[in-house]
């Protein structure tokens, strides 16, 4: 792995984030030389966009915050880790492959090993998007954790004084809203100009394309998270 590391290419990287139309027609265009290094990034990506959340995600709200209420009795095994795991990766796979079976049949480029480049080189800007969100929710999570749960419950509390203990959590909660919002509107802009470049098509087919293969991998991926 430390390997592959050093002989990553990261001004092509770098550049995916600054300037991704070029870096994808580098990519695209040398697709032997980087093949290897996008599926690194692909596993690393995947991989990280869902471990990272996970451990804030996953805590049982009756361990962080209801630990002082016995009676208390909150389900916390609803989502299995494993499970939630494997769903995201197969999901992040699925549409790939769909992106690029999807965009050969519309006159997109038909050259796999290209395509495939090129889509992984796009899971680059999931990882400092996993980054942010994941300390915006550990901060979050801190904040409700250091939250007297019995306070709370006193029925003569003042309305005022729970807005006023609330407020780092509801800080927290906007803006991890906010960054959320932009990031994916940042990947989905990322993933719109690598389906551009390596099929060659307009805005609006690249759009419509990955639109379409949203729909197919939610509906695709659904059974197994009942």
């Known amino acids: 792995m430390l390997f592959y590391l050093s002989s990553f290419d990261t001004d092509v990287i770098l550049r995916i984030i ?73 999901s992040v796979f699925i549409s790939t492959a769909l992106l690029y079976y999807i965009g050969k049949k519309l006159g997109g480029n038909t050259n796999w090993k290209k395509v495939f480049s090129v889509f ?41 004084h729970v807005l006023t203990m609330m407020m780092p959590v509801l800080i927290y909660a906007g803006l991890f809203v906010i960054v959320a919002v932009a990031f994916v509107v940042w990947v989905f802009v990322v993933s719109v100009k690598a389906v551009k470049t390596v099929n060659g098509f307009g805005t609006a087919k690249a759009f419509g394309l990955i639109v379409l293969v949203m729909i197919i991998s939610s509906v695709v991926t659904s059974p197994f998270g009942m």
């Open 120 to 160: 992984f080189h796009a899971n680059i800007p999931t990882i400092p998007m996993s980054v942010v969100l994941s300390i915006l929710i550990f901060l979050m999570l801190d904040s409700m954790a250091s939250m007297e749960p019995s306070t709370l419950m006193e029925s003569g509390i003042n309305e005022e």
């Open 18 to 90: 600054t300037a991704p139309n070029s870096a994808f027609e580098q990519i695209r265009d040398d697709e032997t030389r980087y093949f290897q290094q996008s599926v690194v990034i692909f596993v690393l990506s995947s991989i990280l966009s869902v471990l990272i959340l996970l451990p804030f995600v996953m805590i049982p709200l009756d361990d962080m915050y209801y630990e002082q209420m016995g009676s208390t009795d909150i389900p916390s095994d609803q989502l299995d880790p494993v499970l939630f795991i494997a769903i995201s990766l197969l």
